[in-house]
């Protein structure tokens, strides 16, 4: 490998023919030594410009940004996007209409109370419902078996999940309310979704059992829960039972209940 001109030179004969020689020598040099200054200068720009060695294809070390990269990482945080709230319930229950002649109407489904269920009352602990009519039977003291219709009405800025999912998360949010007394240790138990048509309306049945541990109540020590979404011209609707298991009186009056429904005429 070439390393460099060498600048130690012969010192030059004090007779002329030997300062004839010198001369082309010292040239040759100084000739030699421009045209490697030339090629190490070069060199050393091409490296500068090169920056880290790297393919200058690749226009340095610094990465370009993807544009589709950027957009879908801006896509997965929105601004302003809803916040979706765990058994979302409406501020205030309102009515959309008035009770047909015998009957209880809410959403577009409606039914025929049984006489044993005697005592109306907007339902309390339930998520996604609006437009709700209640009738209640009196298990004892304190403890009741109810049923009601009303209209499905989900968070605002939340999509709605579909029948299917509405109906488990309305049992889901019913077990977990604060509206079961001193039981203790409750558990949702034999929890079946199926699909369902009832009087011409497509939907979904959810049912389950709630069962307690430990309950002050003499006639049971569970309480069955079915909630029923059907498609209606006016929405999705929901019809609701809940029985207490072992009330023979208040188990056959839920299922004549279940057989008055019908949607909206």
């Known amino acids: 490998m070439h390393t460099g001109p060498q600048f130690t030179f012969t010192q030059p004969s004090t007779s002329g023919g030997g300062g004839g020689r010198a001369t082309p020598l010292l040239i040759g040099g100084i000739a030699f030594a421009a045209v490697f200054l030339l090629i190490v200068g070069g060199t050393i ?18 990465p370009a940004t993807d544009p589709s990269s950027a957009s879908a990482s801006a896509s997965a ?10 058994c979302w319930q409406p501020e205030t229950m309102e009515r959309a209409g008035d009770n047909p002649s015998g009957k209880l109407r ?12 005697d ?7 339930v ?13 004892e003291d304190g403890w009741y078996s109810g049923m009601f219709v009303g209209a499905v009405e989900w968070q605002p800025g939340i999509e709605y999940p579909g029948n299917e999912v509405a109906s488990e ?3 889901a949010c019913y077990f977990a309310a604060s509206i079961w007394g001193d039981t203790e240790g409750r558990t949702l138990d034999d929890q079946v979704t199926e699909p369902v048509t009832i009087a011409g309306l497509p939907g979904y049945r959810t049912t389950a059992t709630v069962n307690f541990a430990k309950a002050p109540m003499e006639k049971t020590s569970a309480t069955s829960l079915t909630v029923i979404v059907l498609d209606t011209p006016q929405g999705p609707s929901v019809f609701m039972l809940e029985t207490a298991v ?3 009186e208040h188990e056959e009056a839920a299922a004549e209940a279940l ?3 019908t949607g909206v005429a």
């Not at 945080?77 to 765990?86: A, H, I, K, N």
């Not at 005592?119 to 602990?125: L, M, S």
């Open 45 to 62: 720009g091409y490296l500068v410009l090169r920056g880290d060695g790297g393919d200058p294809s690749s226009g340095g070390t610094t």
């Open 169 to 171: 998360k309305i049992v």
């Open 119 to 125: 005592q109306r009352q907007t339902p309390r602990g």
């Open 77 to 86: 945080t929105p601004t302003g996007e809803v916040e979706e709230e765990r």
């Open 246 to 248: 072992g009330v023979a």
């Open 259 to 261: 057989e008055s429904l």
């Open 127 to 139: 998520a996604y419902v609006n437009d709700a009519q209640g009738a209640y039977a009196q298990v």
């Open 106 to 117: 809410g959403g577009g489904l409606q039914f025929i109370p049984p006489a044993v269920y």
